[in-house]
Nanobody
Framework: QVQLVESGGGLVQAGGSLRLSCTAS????????MGWFRQAPGKEREGVSI????????HYATSVEGRFIISRDNAKNTLSLQMNSLKAQDTAIYYC????????????????WGQGTQVIVSS
C-alpha cells in the first residue's frame, strides 16, 4: 500500500529555516505530482506547494512564495520542502500528499496523506 512518511519538523525561531522530507513507498513515485499541505491549530488544512512529476513545474501558496522551495528526488522517492524566513504563522503540522486528479497546480485532487510533521516557529 502507499505510505508517506514526513520528517524534519521541529522548533525554530522566527527567521530561521527548516527542511522537511517525505519518503514515499508503494507507488511509482516518479509518475505523480506531489504536494505539501499544512494545518494550523483551529484552522482548516491548506495547500502550501505542488511539484510536477518530473520536478519541472512548481506552484506555491501566496503566503509562502519566495520563502519556501519544493523539490523532489525521483531516484530516492523523496519530496522535500526547504522553509526559509519562517514566521510564527507558519506553525502547523505539515503533510505530504499524492496528486491523483485535476490540474497539476490545483490544491485539490490529492490523496494518500502522510502522518505529518510538526513545525513550531517561536516569535
Amino acid at each position: 500500500q502507499v505510505q508517506l512518511v514526513e520528517s524534519g519538523g521541529g522548533l525554530v525561531q522566527a527567521g530561521g529555516s527548516l527542511r522537511l522530507s517525505c519518503t514515499a513507498s508503494g507507488l511509482t513515485f516518479r509518475n505523480f505530482h506531489m504536494g505539501w499541505f499544512r494545518q494550523a491549530p483551529g484552522k482548516e488544512r491548506e495547500g502550501v506547494s505542488i511539484i510536477t512529476y518530473n520536478g519541472v513545474g512548481t506552484h506555491y501558496a501566496t503566503s509562502v512564495e519566495g520563502r519556501f522551495i519544493i523539490s523532489r528526488d525521483n531516484a530516492k522517492n523523496t519530496l522535500s520542502l526547504q522553509m526559509n524566513s519562517l514566521k510564527a504563522q507558519d506553525t502547523a503540522i505539515y503533510y505530504c500528499a499524492v496528486k491523483v486528479s485535476g490540474a497539476w497546480n490545483d490544491f485539490s485532487g490529492f490523496t494518500y496523506w502522510g502522518q505529518g510533521t510538526q513545525v513550531i516557529v517561536s516569535s
